[in-house]
């Protein structure tokens, strides 16, 4: 189910974990085109990974990550590869700095 999702996927699900956010919010949070926020958004919405309340004409639509055992395993996932990351960054500074 959560095969084949990109980082642009990645950072969606994880930037809509604790609250419902709109397309504009989620487009600026990743630095892309709305349009390609939508396109994201139906793929999240097939693979189930994600609710979207549509305000209807004239008002917002919100998007929030599904809670559930197994995209909460991935979201983990997520969590502890970035934290292991930015843990290697910060030795490489400190090892940079320290010569």
């Given at each position: 189910m959560i095969n084949n999702l990109n980082e642009n996927d990645n950072q969606l699900?994880?930037?809509?974990?604790?609250?419902?956010?709109?397309?504009?919010?989620?487009?600026k949070h990743l630095q892309i085109a709305p349009k390609n926020v939508s396109v994201r958004l139906e793929k999240l919405k097939e693979k189930n990974l994600i609710d979207i309340n549509k305000g209807g004409i004239?008002?917002?639509?919100?998007?929030?990550?599904?809670?559930?055992?197994?995209?909460?395993?991935?979201?983990?996932?997520?969590?502890?590869?970035?934290?292991?990351?930015?843990?290697?960054?910060?030795?490489?500074?400190?090892?940079?700095k320290n010569g």
């Open positions: 699900l994880l930037f809509c974990i604790n609250e419902k956010k709109t397309i504009t919010e989620i487009a004239g008002k917002k639509t919100f998007i929030r990550t599904k809670k559930g055992d197994e995209i909460k395993k991935y979201l983990e996932t997520l969590i502890l590869k970035y934290s292991l990351i930015i843990n290697k960054l910060k030795e490489n500074i400190n090892k940079i």
